[in-house]
């Protein structure tokens, strides 16, 4: 298989998802809380997310593996640190949701 999405595919299919997860899921659930200063909310929070997808999409195109998010924290890193990484991100989402 011919690996041919570029740096803006990739940045075009997290932008897509992103609003597409935003927009169908989160907003009524934010509308509900905060009413019309939900657009505020995600407006506020485009920057510090842009900031790290950005950083996502540059590890993903510098290391194209599977596994990214403890192929990338093995290579920098260890893979102990990256296992622990790993489950610290994991436990972090669970209790965070």
């Known amino acids: 298989m011919k690996k041919s999405l570029k740096f803006w595919d990739l940045v ?3 932008v897509g998802m992103t609003i597409g997860a935003g927009i169908f899921v989160y907003m009524p659930i934010a509308y509900k809380s905060a009413g019309v200063g ?7 929070a485009f ?9 996502v999409m540059l590890l993903g195109s510098t290391l194209p593996t599977t596994g990214g998010t403890f192929k990338y924290g093995a290579f ?3 893979p102990k640190a990256a296992f622990l990484g790993l489950w610290a991100y ?7 949701l």
């Open 90 to 96: 994991l436990f972090g989402a669970f209790v965070g």
């Open 47 to 55: 920057l510090p997310m842009a900031i790290i997808m950005i950083n």
């Open 38 to 44: 939900a657009i505020v909310a995600f407006i506020f």
């Open 12 to 14: 075009a299919l997290e």
């Open 76 to 78: 920098l890193f260890s």
